[in-house]
T-cell receptor, first 111, second 113 residues
Framework: AQTVTQSQPEMSVQEAETVTLSCTYD???????LFWYKQPPSRQMILVIR??????QNATENRFSVNFQKAAKSFSLKISDSQLGDAAMYFC????????FGAGTRLTVKP | KAGVTQTPRYLIKTRGQQVTLSCSPI?????VSWYQQTPGQGLQFLFE???????NKGNFPGRFSGRQFSNSRSEMNVSTLELGDSALYLC????????????FGPGTRLTVL
């Protein structure tokens, strides 16, 4: 069964600094999709960034980028120029047949 | 475009009862997925419906069931509620492809006493 592991339950970053959230997954599939979702406090989950496994180029969305290492089954999220509004729970997710989420990383942004 | 709506937002039930939760996807979205979110187990996939057919199912007991209507609205039902069913139940909709962004609703907070 596919599993998604986020080894950092909590992370903290200073405003305007850069932070990297880790995610590893286990799968025997060759074709799948990876996502990072953000869940702000008491607000709805929203997509941050996504990556197709067959694409070697790392996805980038403004201040958010990923480091996708397929062989290592690693999919980390880098947030540059952190802002107060980035504070949230971040979930890494894997999708093949169904969607599997990691346990989440709570990100705190310090002013 | 209106977002994903879920009703009710909060629900309190007692053990042994059953409950039905509703999800209205974004207009034009044909796929609806359901998730259970708890502090201990995190986000767990329940099932996915596409065009009224269950496409995938997570590892939950048969007490958890769902369906989708022709207008893509979906319901999930939990029978014989247990204390451990207390959770935030999230619904997400997408146009259907696995790479497509899932749009999440605000969730239904179920408390079982």
């Amino acid at each position: 069964a596919q599993t998604v592991t986020q080894s950092q339950p909590e992370m903290s970053v200073q405003e305007a600094e850069t932070v990297t959230l880790s995610c590893t997954y286990d799968t025997s599939e060759s074709d799948y999709y990876l996502f990072w979702y953000k869940q702000p406090p008491s607000r709805q989950m929203i997509l941050v960034i996504r990556q197709e496994a067959y694409k070697q180029q790392n996805a980038t969305e403004n201040r958010f980028s990923v480091n996708f290492q397929k062989a290592a089954k690693s999919f980390s999220l880098k947030i540059s120029d952190s802002q107060l509004g980035d504070a949230a729970m971040y979930f890494c997710a894997y999708r093949s047949d169904d969607m599997r989420f990691g346990a989440g990383t709570r990100l705190t942004v310090k002013p | 475009k209106a977002g994903v709506t879920q009703t009710p937002r909060y629900l309190i039930k007692t053990r042994g009862q059953q409950v039905t939760l509703s999800c209205s996807p974004i207009s034009g979205h044909r796929s609806v997925s359901w998730y259970q979110q708890t502090p201990g187990q995190g986000l767990q996939f329940l099932f996915e419906y596409f065009s009224e057919t269950q496409r995938n199912k997570g590892n939950f007991p048969g007490r958890f069931s769902g369906r989708q209507f022709s207008n893509s609205r979906s319901e999930m039902n939990v029978s014989t509620l247990e204390l451990g069913d207390s959770a935030l139940y999230l619904c997400a909709s997408t146009t259907g492809g696995p790479y497509n962004e899932q749009f999440f609703g605000p969730g239904t907070r179920l408390t079982v006493l």
